[in-house]
């Protein structure tokens, strides 16, 4: 069975959870370190932060789910507030399934979403030392614009931005 795109929903809840806990141990931990990761993702990847962005209407989340296997991946992003920008703060796939198009997938209809709310441009962090996610991020047409510090993970990053 293929891959199938859609809104989140209160029930996915947990598979979501599972899905940014693997890939945020996969991606980011050798960067920031374990506890580090654990920390994060207790702070700000808990149920009830997704069941509000669920709920939230202004909020995009939706999942990747492949039908023999549940939720593979997910994508979030919300409107920054007095402008036409989205900020693009989630995008993760099971570390099983990288490399099969899923997350690309989500890239483009989080991009469509964004643009037929009337947004116009999308702004996402990535961390300095993520240099897959720099690749994917540039390769899917996403420009370097500054470089930041993000306290909450003690790391250095950069902001990457694309008009839709």
């Given amino acids: 069975m293929g891959i199938e795109i859609r809104s ?12 940014a806990e693997r890939a945020w141990h996969s991606a980011h931990a050798p960067i920031i370190g374990t506890e580090a990761t ?10 009830e932060t997704f069941r509000s962005l669920i709920e939230t209407e202004a909020s995009i989340l939706d999942v990747a789910v492949d039908g023999d296997t549940g939720v593979v991946g997910f994508v979030g992003a919300n409107p920054v ?10 995008i993760y796939v099971l570390p099983g399934r990288w490399r099969e198009g899923i997350g690309g997938r989500l890239l483009a209809h989080v991009e469509r979403t964004v643009e037929r ?5 999308i702004q996402l962090g990535v961390m300095a030392e993520n240099e897959r996610a720099i690749a994917f ?3 899917a047409g996403y420009r370097r614009d500054e470089k930041f510090y993000d306290e909450r993970v003690d790391t250095a990053g950069y902001m990457y931005v694309k008009e839709v």
């Avoid at 989140?8 to 899905?19: L, S, W, Y």
């Fill in 8 to 19: 989140a929903e209160p029930r996915d809840t947990e598979e979501i959870r599972h899905v």
């Fill in 38 to 47: 654990d920390d994060f993702l207790e702070r700000y990847y808990d149920a």
């Fill in 137 to 139: 991020y540039e390769s």
């Fill in 81 to 90: 507030e007095g402008s036409t920008t989205f900020d693009l703060g989630r």
């Fill in 117 to 121: 709310r009337g947004g116009e441009r």
